[in-house]
C-alpha cells in the first residue's frame, strides 16, 4: 500500500511540474510577443513624430521666406525634447524667388533606434498686389 500511495505521489508531482512547465513556456512566448509588438508600436509612433517634426521644419522654412528673408539658408531647431531639424535652403538659380527646401528630421535623437525622415519641396515665392505668398512647385 505504501508503495503505491508513494507512486501516485510521485505522478502527481511529475504531472505539476510538466504543467508548471507548459505554463512557464507559454508565459515566455506572450511576454517576447508582447515586447516585440510594442517595439513595433514605438517604432511607428518615432516614424510619426519625426514624419511630423519634418513637416513643421518645412512650415519654419516657409514662415521665414515669406518674412523676406532673402539670404535665409536654414539652420537646426530642436521644436520638442529629443528631436531634432535641420533645414536646408538653397535658392535656385533659374528663379531668385525659387527654392529647394530640404527638411530631415530626427526623433528621438541620439538614440540607437531614432527615426530620420526627409523631406523635400520646391518653394516659389509669389508677390501678387502687394501680397506675398508660397507656392509648392514641382
Known amino acids: 500500500m505504501k508503495i503505491r500511495n508513494a507512486r501516485r505521489r510521485a505522478m502527481a508531482i511529475m504531472l505539476v511540474v ?47 521666406l515669406l518674412a523676406g528673408a532673402k539670404d535665409y539658408t536654414g539652420g537646426s531647431v530642436e521644436l520638442i525634447p529629443k528631436s531634432q531639424i535641420r533645414i536646408e535652403v538653397h535658392p535656385e538659380k533659374d528663379s531668385p524667388q525659387s527654392f529647394l527646401v530640404t527638411c530631415t528630421a530626427r526623433y528621438p535623437e541620439g538614440m540607437k533606434d531614432g527615426v530620420e525622415i526627409t523631406l523635400k519641396r520646391h518653394l516659389k515665392r509669389v508677390t501678387t498686389g502687394g501680397r506675398v505668398t508660397i507656392e509648392v512647385t514641382e
Open 18 to 64: 510538466v504543467i508548471l512547465a507548459v505554463l512557464a513556456a507559454v508565459t515566455a512566448g506572450l511576454a517576447c510577443a508582447i515586447t516585440a509588438d510594442r517595439q513595433i508600436l514605438d517604432n511607428h509612433q518615432h516614424r510619426l513624430q519625426a514624419t511630423w517634426l519634418a513637416r513643421s521644419g518645412l512650415e519654419l522654412a516657409c514662415s521665414r
